[in-house]
């Protein structure tokens, strides 16, 4: 159908009569600017066989996130296509990073929003594209004609045509590259609560997840790794090892000794029976304790000035006013996704082959090439379903993993990491302090703001390899501290620990932290002064209006709802982006606590409100909400990894223990505002509000205060 | 209920702790809490001596025999993976933490990661492959689809065959009852939808569905 090097669809129709429809965003991206190196490398999204039915196939990672689902709603929505048809979901095999934007990565809730521009423009497209063959065969003007459930439809005569006669025609076309959108009003898919994609599969033991995969030549790999950060190894013997049965080859890879087996049980077996001498490193002196110590250093001895207006120190430093200052920490944070890390490679002499449960597929695929030194297109690597991903699931580094033991024992090998190598080898939510000194002055307003935090190097590990060792790279430690509010006097900096820890996102980024102690200062600040702590937020906020929005809505909510008797009720705010960009998101959340029987402190209900523009799915971005309460209740509760002499001591979930079915909120209650603004995926974002919410909740019925996290008397 | 590390677990909890530190205690442990699901020692467990002292153990998993004469010592689990194909069931930690391979064994719902294959001679396995009859869905897979349960799904397997077993000792499962005895790990969280497709899975199961 697309004759011109800048249409933005592109069509076949094969041998069988399957039409394949690919966004063509290179040939885009090419024309628009010449100095990127992208190839006009087209995409394809959705298949439709000759009976009309169809085929999603899903650009980003499904690891219950539910982004699939929403996209294929989109895209369906916009084209007027049956959703009863839709009868399979695939994964992307695309190997070619200028296929599509961001790389196919699946990170920072992204998904929505890049898909509200493409797969709604090519649904659009393609919606107009059918009319017009629909037109051409009755000769007849498009213009009068409608679609509905993947028909085009006369309405003068009644005549129609169903999608999938129409698949020849379409390739002669010409489609429009700016096409006419459905309103809101016309929507069938969109904001409806349709069930995931993959539910069927999920419950019938079907889906196949990476450490799923199996063919009969596959062995599996474990890699006994360096417990000490940044150690290596400086000899090993396997003779014991070689004589468990089961265990074909021992030999070293970058990260320690693998072993590579008939199975997983001969593996570990195996894996057992080594016997490693390790060059421990300069870490292996270190423990959480001394870290945090340098991480106190850091805090007067700061690398950054994010930000300096007006002037703090002046300000804070006048007696006029509250003033108040906290000091908050924040522990190590494991992500310990359900699936642990894994990773099938078979590497021959001319060819790659991966099955991965990334989230990163592009990266992954580039990092490869680097690591075996081959071009890309000798690799081939698909992507599988992923049992949870977090941010884990972002770096390359068990891929290459499995890679590298394949590559050196000459089998396909299937990697799997135990669940004590996945937590003592993760890529934590980095350890962070933080000292923020706020005011509010005679006239209630927040006059002057220091904060100060510290965290480990991100950079070196950032999950975007162009990112590494690069300011960039930074930011997902420290994200999220410049707060939304007015504050005329303002000074943030920031300071880092270069140390081989591996740090990386989790569920968000460094807002996690950051958000948690701006909010609860607030709370504080705001008490204090005797200042109701919404009124504070909604003045503070009055310029922008999305997020005073829901700072009003929540305080209508707060007034319906009195605090019961017993209980402590806190509140926080949280966003990201500014006003005029896509990426944009505010949310308010309210939490109940009360205190058990046995002194433990339950959180009774929580709140949320939040607007994340226009809804796709609300039940799926509200099961977004519930999980993020059960996942931000685990870590408060119980999310500290701890290291001494440069280990992790936590292993399992005995030690490192993740919320319970009874271990949630007892209610919850959700408010999307679905205003209409660009959408905005939830999956992470919910994590900066959550805890903050409780913190303060816990402070105000307890009188006590909340510095972090963990607080071990949640239940 | 007992405070381990400042977190209170559950009797099943408490049961794994010990498990995992007197692993020989194993069925003893489970016997007599609340929701521990006994292993009655296999009646007339034949283990034969084959030359070399390697056991032949035979079994079946979804009504298909299965011999196997590997290290006694291999979980069921791996042998069900690795050995039988069947990857629904899941390996989430190994010590009987999780619940992710949760499978029925003689019509017991156990945490086949820590059960070792020496005790699985003539025993009977179900995995979640075997909950659909024919094209029937089981009602739990069935509520389960209804309130749109999984997430990621790695632990649904594990979920479901534990809510089977659980909804035949409680058929009228209070919240509580749900808070105390169904201890397997959803680390996406997706608790809220299971909870209610638990409650529709009891109505299910009272109106006598497969
Ligand atoms: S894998 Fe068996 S309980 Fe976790
Ligand atoms: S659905 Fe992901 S762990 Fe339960």
């Known amino acids: ?715 | 209920m007992f405070q381990y590390n400042g977190y209170w677990a559950t009797a099943l909890f408490e049961t794994h702790l010990i498990l995992t530190v007197i692993t020989s205690a194993f069925w003893e442990a489970l016997l007599g809490t609340a929701h521990g699901h006994p292993l009655k020692k296999p009646e007339g467990a034949h283990y034969q001596n084959q030359k070399g002292g390697v056991r032949m153990i035979n079994l079946s998993i979804n009504g298909k025999s299965y011999s196997y004469n590997g290290d006694e010592d291999m979980p069921l689990l791996w042998f069900i993976r690795e050995n039988a194909k069947l990857t629904g069931t899941k390996y989430g930690c190994g010590i009987a933490q999780c619940g992710a391979c949760t499978v029925h064994l003689n019509g017991e719902a156990v945490r086949s990661c820590v059960v070792p294959m020496v005790d699985v001679a003539d025993a009977n396995v179900e995995t979640i492959e075997n909950l659909i009859k024919g094209e029937t869905l089981h009602f739990v897979q069935r509520a389960w689809i209804e309130q749109d349960v999984p997430q990621c799904g790695y632990c649904q397997s594990g979920q479901i065959m534990a809510v089977v077993k659980f909804l035949e000792q409680f058929p009228n499962p209070t919240d509580k009852d749900i808070d105390n005895h169904h201890t397997n790990i959803c680390r996406c969280g997706s608790y809220i939808e299971m909870r209610k497709a638990i409650h529709l899975a009891a109505t299910f199961q009272k109106e006598g569905g497969q």
């Open chain 1, 1 to 715: 159908m697309m004759q011109s090097r800048r249409s933005f669809l592109k069509s076949t129709v094969t041998a069988s009569g399957t039409l394949l429809v690919y966004f063509n965003l290179g040939a885009l991206a090419q024309e628009q600017d010449v100095t990127t190196e992208v190839k006009a490398n087209p995409m394809p999204f959705i298949e439709m066989d000759n009976n009309g039915n169809i085929t999603f196939i899903s650009s980003r990672t499904d690891m219950g996130q539910g982004s699939p689902t929403s996209l294929a709603q989109i895209l369906l929505d916009e084209m007027d296509a049956d959703w009863d048809k839709l009868v399979h979901v695939r994964e992307t095999e695309e190997t070619e990073r200028s296929a599509y934007e961001e790389g196919l990565s699946t990170i920072g809730a992204i998904s929505t929003i890049i898909g509200w521009f493409n797969h709604r423009k090519a649904g659009a497209c393609l919606r107009g594209g059918f009319k017009l063959a629909a037109a051409s065969i009755w000769q007849v003007d498009e213009k009068g004609l409608i679609t509905e459930k993947s028909k085009v439809i006369n309405p003068t005569n009644g005549e129609y045509l169903e999608y999938h006669q129409l698949y020849q025609k379409l390739s002669d076309l010409y489609l429009a590259d700016v096409p006419e959108f459905k309103t809101r009003e016309q929507a069938t898919l969109v904001g409806k609560p349709l069930r995931q994609l993959r539910t069927r599969e999920r419950v019938t033991g079907n889906a196949t997840y990476g450490i799923d995969v199996s063919f009969p030549e596959l062995k599996i790999g474990m890699i006994e790794r360096c417990p000490t950060f940044g150690g290596s190894v400086k000899s090993f013997d396997g003779s014991k090892a070689r004589e468990i049965p089961g265990v074909i080859d021992i030999f070293q890879v970058s990260n320690g000794v693998a072993i590579v087996a008939e199975g997983f049980w001969a593996a570990k077996k195996g894996r057992e029976a080594l016997e490693i001498e390790w060059d421990h490193g300069p870490l292996s002196i270190v423990s959480s304790e001394e870290i945090e110590k340098q991480l106190e250093d850091k805090l007067v001895n700061p690398d950054q000035i994010e930000k300096n207006e007006g002037d703090a120190a002046n300000e804070l430093a006048k007696s006029s006013g509250v003033k108040l200052s906290g000091d908050f920490n924040f522990p190590f944070v494991a992500h310990a996704t359900m699936e642990p890390m894994n990773a099938t490679a078979w590497v021959t002499r001319d060819r790659c082959e991966i099955w991965a449960p990334t989230q990163c597929k592009l990266d992954a695929h580039d990092q490869v090439a680097k690591f075996l030194g081959r071009n890309r297109n000798e690799i081939v690597l698909h992507r599988t379903l992923c049992g949870g991903g977090f941010g884990r699931r972002a770096q390359e580094d068990f891929v290459i993993e499995a890679v590298e033991a394949s590559h050196k024992s000459g089998y396909p090998v299937k990697l799997i990491w135990t669940r004590e190598d996945d937590m003592r080898h993760d890529y934590y939510r980095s350890i962070s302090k933080l000292q923020i000194t706020g005011k509010i002055n005679d006239e209630g307003e927040l006059s002057a703001w220091d904060s100060k935090l510290s965290f480990i190097d991100t950079s070196p590990y950032h999950f975007s390899p162009q990112d590494r060792n690069t300011k960039d790279g930074l930011f997902v430690g420290h994200a999220g501290i410049v707060p939304a509010y007015k504050i005329p006097n303002i000074n943030l900096s920031y300071g880092y620990l270069d140390l081989p820890i591996t740090v990386g996102i989790l569920r968000g980024i460094s807002h996690g932290y950051t958000n948690f102690a701006i909010e609860v200062m607030i709370d504080r600040l705001a008490k204090k002064a005797n200042i109701d702590t919404l009124e504070l937020r909604a003045n503070l906020l009055n310029e922008n209006e999305r997020a005073s929005t829901v700072i009003d809505t929540l305080k209508k909510v707060d007034q319906e709802n009195p605090v019961l008797n017993g209980m402590g009720r806190g509140y926080a705010f949280a966003y990201e982006g500014e006003p005029g960009s896509v990426y944009q998101y505010y949310s308010a959340h309210m939490a109940d606590v009360r205190h058990l029987d046995d002194g433990s402190l339950k959180v009774h209900k929580i709140w949320i409100v939040a607007d994340h523009g226009r809804v796709i799915n609300p039940a799926s971005f509200k099961r977004q909400i519930h999980s993020s309460i059960y996942f931000a209740l685990s870590m408060m509760r119980s999310g500290e990894i701890t290291m001494t002499n440069g280990q992790m001591e936590q292993s399992n979930f005995d030690n490192y223990p993740v919320s319970f079915i009874g271990e949630g909120a007892e209610h919850v209650e959700i408010k999307l505002l679905d205003n209409g603004a660009h959408p905005m995926g939830c999956g992470e974002k919910m994590q900066a509000g959550i805890q903050p919410a409780i913190a303060n909740a816990i402070e105000n019925l307890t009188g006590e205060e909340v510095n972090g996290i963990p607080v071990k008397r949640l239940a």
